[in-house]
């Protein structure tokens, strides 16, 4: 399969409106992008996880690749989502943050996915910071100088 043809797709998959929250807030930060699919769970009692999910996967062609983000880790969400996508260029994110979706939604298509996931988990790690601590530790070696 040539890697160029391949459309490189995205779901966000939350409880709640985090989903489309994150979408908000990455239509602000990059502009829209293409090919990106919300899932937010349990919105009310009419609506199947399943059945929705079943529509997306319905647009995701076989020689597409698709990226899914969670937010939780063994969530119900999550769990969901590995009953019905573990298959051939589906690649499962949980723990999601804004910027890790970002890298992963800017990456260069011509980068092997597992690439482009495995370093923008390594980078957004380095986002989550206390900054309260950050700020004193910077205080102290002021004070010290």
Known sequence: MDKHNITRKFLIATHGTLAAGIKSSLDII???IEHVFLLQAYLDEQTSVEAELKKILAQVGDHDELVVFTDILGGSITNQ???HCLRPNVYIVSGVNLPLVIEVMLADSTT????VISTAIENA?????????????????TAND
Not at 112 to 115: A, L
Not at 136 to 141: D, K, L, P, T, Y
């Open 30 to 32: 990059i502009g829209s």
């Open 81 to 83: 989502i590995l009953q």
């Open 112 to 115: 092997p996915i597992e690439e």
């Open 125 to 141: 790690k380095e986002q989550m910071v206390f900054v309260n601590n950050l700020l004193n530790r910077q205080n102290e070696e």
